[in-house]
């Protein structure tokens, strides 16, 4: 094993990324609400020594009724479902810093983390669609750079909380009668421009400190906030120029802030379309692609980049699109959409068709060969930490990815071949914080 571990987060997704998975012939549509099948997953992921297995989260129906596979439960509530069936493998959840208020998420990240016994990781969203606003008693959502004002001031409070409870602040003397020493455990008192928190939080330090931080924006506002807080970041990027512009310019920020390079991964996502030969795959993308049905996919690229495509022709090129500074959903996804048209001059009809596979994400088909290439080339040419691996179908695409890519990767000494450590900190090789309450010896 080389000193640099590569790290794989299996990102999972109803019956597989691709926006037609559910009408192939090799899904079952059924499972999406079938507790069950996400067992398997999380069973088949960590069998690959996977570090975590994440999912993404909204608070809105997504897409055309119509023609989307819906059926989604909630984060939090599955992974701890996932957690009774697994015993190292990470558990990353989706939350909304724009929807939810810091003590009730605090509370819940730290059950997950005390119930996977130091497992949790929270992908911390600040919410880019008006139609999430509208489910919250507002029409329009809260302008970007607000959000992300209105994020790190959630951050302050959660990490607060996390760590009002000191390590050894637990007693529990039955002769004497104290549980707790209440001079270990403080409150708060947060009183700021959107928050107001006396604490403390209402449960023990959790086994990780506190839960992973892991972040998925990667506008100007979004980095700054990310080279903060984030530990991780998930990040879409398609082509190796632009992931390692994305990997230099976060590892530059994050020192810049006082902190080591090391403490944040980078982890751009990818979607393996595996065959026996490389012929094998492609027929499978275009498989896949040819079940697409696009108004189906335009309504979802609408959403996506929060502007409205619907009518226009889809064997024309797109529309002149507003710059980015009018934007106020998700800019860097926008600016990613608008980037891959403009550079290979793609009608409406042929973005669809790039989208598909993984809404942005990196598609890449071909043998296990190849992809474990691929894999290698990002990391170590200064792209990626590892990757968020989206597969196509599930569960056959991860399994695929388990069985013929991760041995690959065991066998150039770039992946674990079992586990060494037991919580998610320890997979990603991060340090345990030390709560900001503890006095330091001196
Ligand atoms: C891998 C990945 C996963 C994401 N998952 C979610 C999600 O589950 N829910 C959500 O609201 N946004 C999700 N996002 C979107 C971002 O959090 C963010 O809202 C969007 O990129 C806008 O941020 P930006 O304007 O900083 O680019 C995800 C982004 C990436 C790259």
Not at 164 to 180: K, N, P, R
């Amino acid at each position: 094993m080389s000193a640099r571990e590569l790290h794989l987060n299996a990102f999972l997704m109803g019956v597989g990324h691709h926006e037609a998975a559910w009408r192939h012939p090799r899904t079952d549509p059924r499972a999406l609400d079938d507790v069950a099948h996400f067992q398997n997953l999380a069973r088949i992921a960590e069998r690959g020594t996977f570090d975590s297995v994440f999912l993404a989260d909204g608070v809105q129906i997504w897409g055309d009724v119509k023609h989307t596979a819906a059926g989604r439960f909630e984060p939090l509530t599955l992974l701890t479902a996932l957690s009774q069936v697994t015993d190292h493998i990470g558990l990353i959840a989706t939350a909304s810093t724009g929807f939810s208020e810091p003590y009730n998420l605090a509370r819940l990240f730290s059950s997950l983390d005390h119930i996977s016994g130091g497992r949790a990781g929270w992908n911390i969203v600040t919410t880019a669609q008006d139609r999430s606003a509208q489910n919250f008693n507002r029409e329009v959502n809260t302008e970007h750079a607000e959000r992300y004002r209105r994020a790190g001031e959630f951050l302050d409070v959660v990490t607060a909380l996390w760590d009002s409870w000191e390590d050894d602040a637990l007693v529990i003397d039955q002769e004497t009668g104290v549980f707790a020493d209440d001079t270990k455990v403080h409150e708060i008192n947060h009183k700021g421009r959107f928050f107001s928190v006396r604490g403390p939080l209402n449960a023990v330090r959790s086994p990780q400190g506190r839960p992973l931080l892991v972040q998925a924006g990667s506008s100007e506002d979004g980095r700054t906030f990310a080279s903060a807080w984030a530990e991780a970041v998930f990040t879409a990027q398609q082509t190796h120029e632009e992931a390692t512009a994305f990997y230099t310019d976060l590892k530059r920020r994050v020192v810049a802030f006082g902190r080591a390079e090391n403490d944040l991964l980078v982890l751009p996502g990818i979607v393996p379309v595996l065959g026996g030969t490389e012929a094998e795959a492609l027929a499978l993308a275009a498989e896949l692609d040819d079940l697409i049905i696009p108004t189906r996919a335009v309504r979802q690229l609408t959403e996506l980049i929060g502007i409205d495509l619907t009518g226009h022709p889809l064997d024309e090129r797109l529309p002149e699109l507003p710059p980015v500074s009018h934007v106020n959903g998700a800019k860097s996804r926008f600016e990613l959409v608008r980037d891959l048209a403009e550079r290979e001059k793609l009608t409406l009809r042929q973005l669809l068709g790039r989208l598909g596979g993984g809404r942005g994400h990196q598609v890449v088909a071909g043998t296990p060969e190849q992809i474990a290439d691929h894999v290698e080339l990002w990391f170590t040419t200064g792209a990626a930490d590892g990757f968020n691996v989206m597969a196509p179908l599930l569960p056959s695409g991860l399994e695929d990815f388990v069985d013929q890519v991760v041995p690959l990767l065991r066998a150039r000494g770039l992946f674990r071949t079992e586990y060494t450590g037991r919580t998610l900190r320890e997979h990603y090789g991060l340090a345990r914080p030390v709560s900001r309450y503890s006095r330091v010896p001196v």
